[in-house]
């Protein structure tokens, strides 16, 4: 990948420490970007990420955050 | 990852700063996975921090349950109270600091049954509360028990072949006892709830918010939803209508639904405010 592809890609924070593992988070991703590894959201697909927010918004335990 | 991260703070999507209002320290907290109480917190810091308010000149009050850990979590002036009575503290909190903002979160059982007569006697009074009442329809610390906003035939561990008892309707209890503004939010709509909290915290006067949020543990179990998301889309998302939306709705279409949005929003004199004046005018009068 070059590295101006590699710029524009959002970045996703996923605290291991607070996730309880609820799914909220990819259950309403629109673009099918996280998965639940084990009892914990990780990324899977980051190039698909609109940046919407979603999943920050509607997590209950401050457990993710995009940065652009 | 080892990016630095205050590099790019500037760049138009960055994530809101919950630690400001947080006492990191305290997290994870105590709510279930999946539990709605903790979207509900994060719209409701938002929303503070869209009305510009001072966290010293905050005071945030709770009773007992599962919602009224809340204030354990956030660096405000906090209160954890009595069930049922965190009303009465935050009228004498109000009362003797008419400067600061008071607002009480409460679940529906600590508001409606085991406060229900401090809840219609806040409203009455209009003093400048707010209330946010986090509806879960069910008791969760102690066991999943059914409330007073449990829907009918719903399972509960107290009602296991379908509650008889019919529900009470938050928002018109709180119309009807007097609040100048009312209205209702869920977990699920959580921009619309953040926006709703705002006018809430701005309006003078007693402001309630009814937020219809998720028990998966014990409510959802019992009654056979598969996951909080099952819950978050047939309760809350198909569950309500805006209000707004409503107007042009046949019948129907509103069957069954709660209405989401600002129901009701009236001017009326304040508690704190009359009292001053008569305190003021009696105290003239002996000069």
């Known amino acids: 990948m070059t590295e101006s592809a590699a710029k524009k890609l959002p970045r996703i924070v996923v605290n291991e420490k607070l996730c309880k593992g609820c799914s909220i988070c990819v259950d309403f991703c629109p673009t099918d970007v996280l998965e639940m590894k084990g009892s914990i959201a990780a990324v899977k697909n980051l190039e698909a990420c609109t940046r919407c927010q979603l999943c920050d918004l509607r997590c209950p335990d401050f457990a993710i955050q995009v940065f652009d | ?287």
């Open chain 2, 1 to 287: 990852m080892s990016t630095p991260v205050a590099e790019k703070k500037e760049k138009l999507s960055v994530p809101f700063d919950y630690n400001k209002y947080l006492r990191p320290n305290k997290l994870p907290h105590i709510w279930c996975p999946g539990c709605g109480h903790g979207i509900v917190l994060k719209a409701m810091l938002r929303a503070i921090d869209k009305a510009g308010l001072d966290k010293n000149n905050i005071a945030l009050v709770s009773g007992i349950g599962c919602s009224s850990r809340t204030p354990g979590y956030v660096d405000f002036n906090t209160l954890h109270t009595l069930h049922g009575r965190a009303l009465p503290f935050a009228t004498g909190i109000k009362l003797a600091k008419p400067e600061m903002k008071v607002i009480v979160v409460t679940g529906d059982g600590d508001a409606l049954a085991i406060g229900g007569n401090h809840f219609i006697h806040a409203c009455r009074r209009n003093i400048d509360i707010t209330v946010l009442v986090f509806t879960n329809a069910t008791y969760g610390m102690t066991g999943g028990q059914y409330s007073p906003t449990t829907p009918l035939e719903s399972i509960a561990t107290t009602s296991r072949y379908g509650n008889i008892e019919p529900p009470f309707d938050t928002c018109e209890m709180a119309k009807a006892s007097g609040a100048t503004f009312v209205a209702r939010g869920t977990a699920y709509h959580t921009i619309e709830l953040e926006k709703t909290i705002h006018e809430a915290i701005t309006h003078k006067g007693t402001s309630v918010v009814d937020i219809i949020d998720a028990c998966p543990t014990y409510f959802g179990r019992a009654n056979k939803f598969k996951s909080a998301t099952q819950m978050m889309e047939e309760i809350e998302k198909d569950g309500t209508v805006n209000v707004k939306q409503a107007a042009s709705l046949p019948p129907e279409k509103l069957a069954g639904k709660m209405l989401r949005g600002v129901l009701h929003k009236v001017e009326r004199p304040e508690y704190c405010e009359k009292y001053e004046t008569l305190i003021m005018e009696k105290a003239n009068a002996k000069k």
